[in-house]
Nanobody
C-alpha cells in the first residue's frame, strides 16, 4: 500500500521559512516522479514544484521561483520543499504527489495517482 505522509507545515510570518517533507512508503518512486501542489478553498489544486524526466531538473510555478526549492533524498524515498521569503498568498494546504502517468504533463494534477493528506501552511502579514 502506497502512502505519502507530509510534515512541516505551520504558521509563519511573512518573510519567514518553512520546510515541508514528504515520506513515501510502499513503493519507490523515480526521481522524476514526485511533486508538490497546493490548494486554497474554492480554487483548483495548483502545481508548485516538481522534477522533469529522470529528476535532474527542477521546475516551479512562476509565483514561487527563486523562493522555493524542491529536493529529494532517494535513500529515504523522501521529497522536500524548502520555502523561503514566504508571502501571505502562499497560504494553502500543500500536497505531496507521486506520479503514475507520464503521458501527461508533470504540472498537471492528472499525472499523479498518489497523494498525501496535505499539510496546512499559513503565512501571516
Amino acid at each position: 500500500q502506497v502512502q505519502l505522509v507530509e510534515s512541516g507545515g505551520g504558521l509563519v510570518q511573512a518573510g519567514g521559512s518553512l520546510r515541508l517533507s514528504c515520506a513515501a512508503s510502499g513503493r519507490t518512486f523515480s526521481s522524476g516522479g514526485m511533486g508538490w501542489f497546493r490548494q486554497t478553498p474554492g480554487k483548483e489544486r495548483e502545481f508548485v514544484a516538481g522534477f522533469t524526466g529522470s529528476g535532474g531538473t527542477t521546475y516551479y510555478v512562476d509565483s514561487v521561483k527563486g523562493r522555493f526549492t524542491i529536493s529529494r533524498d532517494n535513500a529515504k524515498n523522501t521529497v522536500y520543499l524548502q520555502m523561503n521569503s514566504l508571502k501571505p498568498e502562499d497560504t494553502a494546504v500543500y500536497y505531496c504527489a507521486a506520479r503514475t502517468r507520464y503521458n501527461i504533463a508533470a504540472a498537471s494534477k492528472d499525472a499523479y495517482g498518489y497523494w498525501g493528506q496535505g499539510t496546512q501552511v499559513t503565512v501571516s502579514s
